[in-house]
C-alpha cells in the first residue's frame, strides 16, 4: 500500500505491492488479480473469504495477518486528533519530532587511491586528477 492513499489502487498495483512485501507465491498473486480485487475490498478479506477463492492454508494465513497489520496502521493514524496525539504517537515508535539531528547519520568510508591507478586512465593514457583537467578532455576537448 503506497503511502500516497489519494486515489484508489488498482487490482494489478494491489497484487504487485503484496508480492513485494510478502513471500506469497506466484500462482497465489495470479488468484488475486484473477478475482480483480482492488485496495478496499483488500483490505476487507479475511482468512475465509480468502479460502473461499481458492488460496492455500499458508498464503491465507500471510495474507491475513499482513491486512491485519496493514489494518492497525490505518487506525494508529486515523486516531490521531490533535498534534500532542501526533507527538505521543511518534514518541511510541522512537522518533523524535523535535530534533532533527537525532536520526542516524552516513558515515562515509575512505579509502586511499593512487594517481596512477588505472581506473582513472582517460583515453590516450592520460589522467583525469582534477575538474581543470575533465573540463579540458569532456568540454574542450584537449587540454
Known amino acids: 500500500m503506497s503511502s500516497q492513499a489519494s486515489s484508489p489502487a488498482s487490482p494489478a498495483s494491489i497484487t504487485e505491492e503484496v508480492s ?3 513471500n506469497v507465491g ?11 480485487i482492488s485496495d478496499l475490498a483488500f483490505l476487507e478479506l479475511t482468512e475465509e473469504k480468502f479460502r473461499s477463492i481458492g488460496l492455500a492454508l499458508g498464503p491465507t494465513t500471510t495474507l491475513a495477518k499482513f491486512i491485519e497489520g496493514l489494518s492497525q496502521k490505518l ?38 587511491i593512487s594517481d596512477d591507478d588505472k581506473a582513472f586512465t582517460l583515453y590516450g593514457g592520460h589522467y583525469l586528477k582534477s575538474n581543470w583537467y575533465y573540463y579540458c578532455w569532456v568540454v574542450e576537448g584537449s587540454c
Open 20 to 22: 513485494s512485501r510478502t
Open 26 to 36: 506466484r500462482d497465489d498473486i495470479k488468484i488475486l488479480r484473477k478475482e480483480k
Open 75 to 112: 487506525r494508529n493514524y486515523s486516531s490521531l486528533k490533535t498534534l500532542d496525539d501526533l507527538k505521543e504517537m511518534l514518541r511510541r515508535n522512537k522518533v523524535n519530532g523535535e530534533d532533527i539531528t537525532s536520526i542516524k547519520q552516513f558515515t562515509p568510508v575512505f579509502e586511499d
